[in-house]
């Protein structure tokens, strides 16, 4: 059978995706989109719900609906923007901190497992994905755009959970 890397590193993100909803619904009652949007405003500190919808690559009215339920769970607040207009700024509640720090610590544990049981060793899997993250990231192939900015995917696996 070929090798195809590309499709294999492809299915295993999908699958990850996949199993960290399934943990932190099972533990926690929260979706991996709602901990993601959660860990985004975190690692941006006071961002608008404009910032946060581009980190996840959705439209802004998905995220204006993934921030209202979670300012509605108590781990999220939404005050109005200083600069004016229609923005909304974004922060953590205590409760929002510790849901964040909570799953990360629990995923990042399972993941280390994982890594753990494939033989492959932690330090050189993390050493070898940032390197494809930093090719990616100054990427000069025709037809794949350089990133112009940092988004969660490129968070190293040791800081991403």
């Known amino acids: 059978m070929p090798q195809d890397l590309s499709f294999d590193l492809h299915a295993l993100t999908a699958r990850l995706d996949r199993s960290a909803d399934r943990i932190l619904q099972a533990e926690y009652g ?3 989109r709602r901990f993601l949007t959660l860990l985004i405003v975190s ?44 923005r909304r700024r974004l922060s953590l509640t ?17 993941f280390h497992d994982l890594v753990k049981r494939s ?14 993250l930093d ?13 112009t900015t940092t988004t969660l995917r490129d968070v190293p696996s040791t800081d991403r959970a």
């Open 30 to 32: 929260l979706s991996y």
């Open 43 to 86: 690692r941006l500190g006071a961002p608008t719900q404009r910032a946060v919808s581009e980190e996840l690559g959705v439209s802004e009215p998905s995220a204006s609906r993934m921030t209202g339920v979670l300012a509605g769970m108590g781990l999220l607040d939404a005050q109005p923007d200083p600069a004016g207009g229609n």
């Open 94 to 110: 205590a409760d929002g901190r510790q849901m964040v720090e909570q799953c990360r610590a629990l995923l990042e544990r399972r």
């Open 119 to 132: 033989g492959v060793s932690y330090a050189d899997y993390a050493h070898n994905t940032r390197l494809l």
């Open 135 to 147: 090719a990616l990231n100054t990427s000069a192939v025709p037809g794949v755009a350089a990133a």
